[in-house]
């Protein structure tokens, strides 16, 4: 069973910087497409970066040009560099495939405020 452990998250001031990381249990990131979702309160999951097999990288229109998402395959590690952070941001951060989906980890909470 895969497991899916997300680090990096805290509290950060509008404008500051964050780096989120999500370790797999099991060798997929280099064979799946993965992505980093989100969670606010009161709203529905989504998607914000995800990255292919290939390399190719695609981002949610709130978040294109300040995250990057990248991965390390040698070490089973996907990673989600956030810049420039906006209140909006603030959410519980996910890593998983985007297909298959595996069982959620706990994710990392992100919180952007003064």
């Known amino acids: 069973q895969v497991q899916l452990v997300e680090s990096g998250g805290g509290l950060v001031q509008p404008g500051g910087s964050l780096r989120l990381s999500c370790a797999a249990s099991q060798r997929i990131i280099s064979f799946y497409t993965m992505g980093w979702y989100r969670q606010a309160p009161r709203k529905q999951r989504e998607l914000v970066a995800r990255?292919?097999?290939?390399?190719?990288?695609n981002y949610a229109d709130s978040v294109k040009g300040r995250f990057t998402i990248s991965r390390d395959n040698a070490k089973n590690t996907v990673f989600l560099q956030m810049n420039s952070l906006k209140p909006e941001d603030t959410a519980v951060y996910y890593c998983?495939?985007?297909?298959?989906?595996?069982?959620w980890g706990q994710g990392t909470q992100v919180t952007v405020s003064s």
């Open positions: 990255i292919g097999s290939g390399g190719s990288t």
């Open positions: 998983n495939s985007v297909s298959p989906v595996y069982a």
